[in-house]
């Protein structure tokens, strides 16, 4: 049986460490499958129930384990549902390589059946875009793609005619008139020099070694430098404060650590950016520059691996480009300790006040169940090297909040698009990376609900993953925007049944258990935790709690309180809960 084209598409991707792709069939993709049945032995696929869980599941594979992500889907329609987790893995700068198919190269312009150019749907998305038009190209386009997607830290797209996918491997079917041939490439990927240049580094410790009030705010970049970064704040006497996708930086009982600053940030952490005289930024491109401080206010140092992003907030005194562990191990020696460690010691206790509000909201004494008890449940009951992923929404603030990041637990979301949805997949991709950990997707109703078809694929996959459902019946975080902005609710709250989803996870042939009462959920937790598979909790908590920033603003109270005079629906639930809020914090002091 002669070696097809897609063979070496396949037995490329195995050279580059890939063992496993996520994605659905579909006949604009049957040469590739041929060619990942062939070596099932190298490359194993991974059937998912829509493309676009395929996608964030690539995406969530690059966040944990720093390789490149593949997915793949037929042409026209299955590209498309791609689109979401591409732009996912984009946004946050992620490795992912997404192989699609195509009409068969003589009938492309002919308006032929579910002929859309994906190469040009993808043009914004994709750092590497390429209809492969020649079996010859293979495997070389695959190195270029797989490399690109590494040295420029986005996506990287191949799109392969029917033809072409089962056409001769190593055949040029065209004479050649170019004084060229196809290049003979290596699976191979330099990493860039991670270290900056002398002067900067001195530089940037001058500036560092003259502060009396600094910061540091570290992001996912720095997620694989937790020692360095432990170790530059013990040096100057710095509070750390985590961005929400960097929360996994420093663990959250560290001295050092503030939390988060923004929405869903910590109030010493919003404190901190007022007060400090200069932050030190380290694997971060924060956007949210309201809660960044003024221009002049603070000097600026920016450790950042893409010169084109950094000062791109901030007025930056000294950019350091360059890899967030290696540029600190370099730096270090030329810190000097900070000998007055007041500043430090002033945030570490407003933090212990801090972690003690919070604390006092996981109260099992309310009813409906409060969602910070529902998380906190979680938290106590999981290991100490859990990965937690999470969607967007309400439930993100309670995860930074009360998932306390301890050992060598993880966390990840989707962080710049703050899509809905990709919890589940995420944790899917994860649980297939590293079988010997507990993973727990940590989800909304409104999100579980858009892909909780990918459930079943945890059943069929025997995948243990653990998923937690707030289920509030609204789409809570847009509830609480809307309010902020001064305006009354409206299409946010989904009529009545509220879903349980428990009964889904029964019928797919795992565990489900609804939980509405406080009494029953540390037991329901525990033991969705500890069963031997695919297991889902789905509690409902109180439609009615708000996700507070850490410090109110006069401008949000005002709008919050315009919202209410303008005719808030449940303006009384909303009252009494936060009420009981208050009330919980003073019994606990």
Known sequence: MATIASELLVERLAAWGVDTVFGMPGDGINGIMEGLRRHADKVRFVLVQHE???????????????????????????????????????????????????QESSLLGTGYQQEVHLEQVFADVAEYN?????PAQLPGVVDLAIRTAYARRGVAHLSLPNDVQVAEAGIDPYPQVAPARPPATAAVYLRPPAVPADED??????????????????????LHARAEVLAVAETL??????????????????????GGIGLLGTRPGEELIEDCDTLFMIGTNFPYTRHLPEPGQARVVQLEADPARAGARLPTEVPLIGDAKECLRALLPLLKRAGDRGH??????????????MRALESPRRHPIAPQYLIGCLDRAAADDAILTCDSGTIATWAARHWTIRGERGFYLSGNLASMAPGLPYAIAMQHAFPGRQVIAYVGDGGFAM????????VRHGLPVKVVINNNNALGQILWEQMVLGYPEH???YAEPVADFSAWARSCGGYGRKVTEAGDLEEAVRQALAHDGPAL?????????????????????KNFAQAFLRGQPRRASIATTLFKDKISQFRSG
């Open 52 to 102: 676009e869980a395929a996608a964030f599941m690539a995406a969530g594979h690059a966040k944990a384990t720093g390789r490149i992500g593949v997915c793949l889907a037929t042409s026209g329609p299955g590209g498309i549902h791609l689109l979401n987790g591409l732009y996912d893995a984009k946004l946050d700068h992620q490795p992912v390589l997404a192989i699609t198919g195509m």
């Open 130 to 134: 390429l209809v492969v038009g020649n």
């Open 201 to 222: 580094l001195r530089a940037a410790a001058d500036v560092l070694n003259q502060a009396e009030r600094p910061a540091i705010l570290a992001g996912a970049g720095a």
């Open 237 to 258: 006497g710095a509070p750390v404060i985590k961005t929400l996708p960097g929360k996994a930086v420093i663990p959250d009982d560290s001295p050092y650590a503030v």
């Open 344 to 357: 430090l010691t002033g945030y570490t206790e407003r933090m212990d006040a801090w972690r003690a509000d």
């Open 451 to 458: 892909l909780m078809a990918e459930f079943l694929t945890a």
């Open 491 to 493: 299409g946010v709250r």
């Open 537 to 557: 909790v789905d509690v409902d908590v109180d439609p009615d709690e708000p996700p507070m920033p850490g410090k109110v603003s006069y401008e949000q109270a």
